[in-house]
């Protein structure tokens, strides 16, 4: 938790101001990111700001968070990485409730390695195909990560001007199908393109009885498909974890009514082998 005073106040006084509203926040089970006290002369403003329930995965050029992996030209990347960090916090703000409930894992801002250019990623808490090797084994529990309002997740999005395009990884994004579609809704309005990450196949898919898998489906552009084979599992496959998962180009393939692959715009030798395996 950060303190932050303007002005010269007793030291007594913020004291009592910083333990009111900790027992405040406490009591409504809420965790304060930051205390603003400013003197303003006559009387004494306090402002408190509470910590994002959305967990931020950070995420680089392959290179993990918290890990021993960083050199200095990273860690200059994620120091420039706190403004945006700060701005979706002050956007989470005014954002109004839709009602639409989504259980997430994450959100990672301008990633490189989830398809192609720069892409916000949401990454949803609950996946039932538990692959052997699963990059991310701790989005298996559908009761655990953050459940939010999905307007929380829409006022990040797009994260700066750079960003081209969104993903749903997880977890198991057609898990969520419905609340992820007002996300996948949003992020096509504002231009962008949408891949979903996927451990059930193409066919799957088209089975799925959930009549909102075949809506979130028809939004996405490119769906990577089908579970995480350890056997088949290559670093130099781009933007997929093993050999056996599919790139497809949706629109193509629900208007031929064949699987049709997603061409990249480069030829698939220049895309820099950054998929984590572990
Ligand atoms: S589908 Fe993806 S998230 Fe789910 S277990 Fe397999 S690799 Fe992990």
Known sequence: MQIIVNGVIEQELADRLVAEE???FARQ????AKIVITNLGDEVEIKTYEESPIRRIRRITGYLAETDRWNAPKLAELRDRVVHTNLAVRGRLAARETGVKLRLNGLTYESVV????LRDVVFVQG???RCPGCHNPDSWDFGGGTEVDVAD???SLPSSPLITGVTFSGGEPFCQAAALAEVARHAKARGLNLW???GYTW??????PDPAVLRLLALADVVVDGRFVQEEAYLDLPFRGSANQRLIDVRESLNTGNVVLWEPAVPAENIPPVKIVR
């Open 196 to 198: 979903i990450y996927t």
């Open 153 to 155: 997740v829409l006022v």
């Open 203 to 208: 066919e799957e898919l088209l089975d799925h």
């Open 29 to 32: 089970g809420k965790k304060i």
């Open 114 to 117: 989830d398809g192609p250019g």
């Open 22 to 24: 900790k027992e405040t």
């Open 127 to 129: 996946c039932p195909h």
